[in-house]
């Protein structure tokens, strides 16, 4: 991991508020979301920038009402999803379009990287790029509990899958839940995502890179907590035809980058 890091986050143009808006994406989280928010806020206390988390919450064990009741004495938090299950990339493109921050990001609800090893992605922003990505398959990346061996085998074949359907070769992995981006390249990116499941990391991967974005794989920590959702077979049949709906996406739109100031009002 680079070495030179700060806490302070690269500097935001017009000094927009907040500095951060960090999407959490939960599904039936009621056991671990108060955990959860606890870690995330107390390091956000300690940085020098304002902050928003959004929860987006779907599933129909109190999670999302646990976060509203803790909303109404915290204003930086905001909730919103549905009892029923849609879609992790559904949830964080809805909490994007409501994201009020310079940069936008995302992590999981359960913890799996570690919110501080966001000082090792912000550097990267001030050297240019406009999508930081945690990685658990770079030479400094620190995977503590890793996946069981069938898992493990997996994400190897989805990799080799991925990668000659959609493309993206330069991307190590694309499934870490740990991405950060300039806050108008992520209102863009989401809102041309139209994939609500797990593979809506790579549609926007992809589109980021068609659309000319420049993107940074960088080392995190990594630790699986043995909580997978997703179904093996019927799952992982959905992921194979979402990645060929986005390779079919790329022979039927055309992508031109809408022009965006980087001096932003207040």
Not at 66 to 71: E, G, L, T
Not at 86 to 93: D, L, M, Y
Request: charged share 30%.
């Amino acid at each position: 991991m680079t070495s030179a890091h700060s806490t302070h986050g690269p500097e935001c143009p017009g000094q927009r508020v907040p500095h951060l808006s960090l999407v959490v994406p939960a599904y039936n989280e009621r056991a671990a979301i108060g955990r959860s928010l606890d870690g995330l806020q107390a390091y956000l206390d300690r940085q020098p920038y304002a902050y928003e988390i959004l929860v987006s919450a779907d599933g129909d064990d109190g999670t999302r009402e646990y976060v509203r009741d803790r909303a109404r004495e915290d204003p930086r938090l905001r909730v919103m999803g549905e009892p029923s299950r849609r879609g992790k990339g559904r949830g964080i493109r809805e909490a994007v379009a409501v994201a009020e921050g310079c940069f936008i990001g995302f992590t999981d609800a359960d913890d799996k990287t570690p919110i501080d090893d966001l000082d090792t992605l912000w550097p990267w922003f001030t050297q240019g790029y406009d999508v930081v990505i945690g990685s658990r398959g770079l030479a400094g990346s620190r995977v503590e509990v890793p996946q069981p061996i069938y898992r493990r085998l997996g994400s190897q074949c989805f990799g080799l899958v991925m990668h000659a359907i959609v493309g993206l070769p330069s991307i190590v992995d694309t499934q870490c839940g740990f991405k950060f981006f300039r806050g108008d390249v992520a209102r863009e990116l989401f809102s041309r995502q139209r994939i609500d499941g797990y593979m809506f990391d790579v549609e926007v991967l992809w589109l980021a890179e068609r659309l000319g974005y420049r993107i940074k794989e960088a080392p995190v920590r990594w630790r699986d907590d043995g909580d997978s959702r997703l179904d093996l077979v019927a799952g992982n049949w959905r992921n194979a035809l979402d990645l060929l709906r986005i390779r079919l996406a790329g022979t039927e739109r055309r992508l031109t980058r809408v022009p965006v100031a980087r001096s932003l009002d207040p």
